[in-house]
């Protein structure tokens, strides 16, 4: 009995003999359901010492990295709310006027804030700026508005000065304002410098031929023979035919090629200014109705007004698409 026991307690598992004498020896399970888990040909995740080409992978990794940030800032610019301009109408006060129209007001007119809210962006009335005044002096400039907007809508409103095209006044209630012209054309460059995208509505239109060296009918109605009338008491319920030019950009939006359009300007595109083309001309007398600049991805300008143009009316020309063109070139001129 004793001898049995001792010679059990001297005994000892050849696995465990073998691994005190030889530390570096691999130990050999007894086989089993657990030997499947140890399996020492398995590759380790961590990269080897021994890579020939560390900063290979690394730059891999980088570049993945910068792939997902990118696309990430992306979405976000993309979710990212418009944010547009719209350049100011100016009340100049008159001689002897008392309380606040004695002081300059400028504004905009509500429908059209209220037209290019209808798509879900904010708009922003740019106000004109004052770098030199004795009371409240500012360094911000028109160009700052042109960085941080990601468009520009020109109001209509009054006359474009002929001195503003090198002309003279044939009466003097066409004096158009001087001074609303210089913000706009500072306005209007600044933000065609940034490569973002301009709508001329109206004067606007107007404005943006000038910008480029072309000229304006004073007065459509004593200028053009055998005019319609374009301006009315009627204001904006007197309409007319246009149609597109072949192959305009504007044309491409609308089927049909031609639309009624509200008609409230007695001034129009005369001579065109460089790189500006004609988009639409009315049906009666050919006159100017739409024009844009050439190699612009959005610079375009419409002589009557859009935003009295009501939502869903069959009579007038739905002019949506042309909003939706503008906010889409927006959005792309953000990358």
Not at 19 to 45: D, F, H, R, W
Not at 218 to 243: G, R, S
Request: with cysteine.
């Amino acid at each position: 009995m004793n001898e049995t026991t001792n010679k059990a307690n001297q005994a000892e598992p050849a696995g465990l003999t073998e691994t005190s004498q030889t530390p570096n020896a691999l130990v050999q399970p007894e086989a089993s359901s657990e030997s499947v888990i140890a399996t020492p040909q398995a590759k380790p995740i961590v990269m080897s010492s021994a890579d020939p080409h560390p900063w290979r992978t690394m730059l891999h990794y980088m570049q993945a990295r910068f792939r997902t940030i990118s696309q990430n800032a992306a979405q976000q610019l993309t979710r990212r709310t418009l944010k547009i301009g719209v350049s100011a109408r100016i009340f100049h006060p008159t001689e002897g006027a008392k309380g606040l129209s004695s002081k300059t007001l400028q504004y905009l007119e509500e429908s059209i804030a209220h037209w290019v809210m209808s798509r879900d962006v904010m708009v922003f009335m740019i106000p004109s700026v004052n770098t030199n005044g004795r009371i409240h002096p500012s360094n911000i400039r028109l160009r700052d508005y042109a960085k941080h907007l990601d468009g520009l809508v020109l109001q209509g409103g009054a006359d474009v000065a002929p001195e503003s095209y090198a002309e003279r006044a044939t009466r003097p209630e066409w004096m158009g304002d001087r001074t609303r012209d210089m913000y706009e054309l500072e306005l209007l460059h600044e933000f065609i410098e940034a490569r973002k995208p301009l709508l001329g509505i109206c004067r606007g239109c107007q404005l943006l031929n000038v910008a480029f060296g072309g000229t304006l009918y004073q007065d459509i109605a004593t200028e053009v023979p055998n005019a319609i009338a374009h301006v009315h008491d009627l204001y904006d319920k007197n309409a007319h035919e246009l149609a597109f030019m072949p192959n305009s950009t504007l044309g491409k939006l609308f089927p049909q090629q031609t639309g009624i359009v509200n008609s409230i300007h007695h001034q129009a595109v005369k001579t065109l200014g460089k790189g500006i083309m004609i988009e639409a001309i009315s049906k009666d007398d050919k006159v100017v109705e739409a024009i844009r600049l050439r190699d612009a991805k959005f610079v375009v300008g419409l002589q009557w007004h859009p935003e009295f143009h009501s939502a869903g009316e069959s009579r007038l020309l739905d002019c949506t698409p042309i909003l939706d063109h503008f906010l889409r070139a927006a959005r792309e001129t953000r990358f």
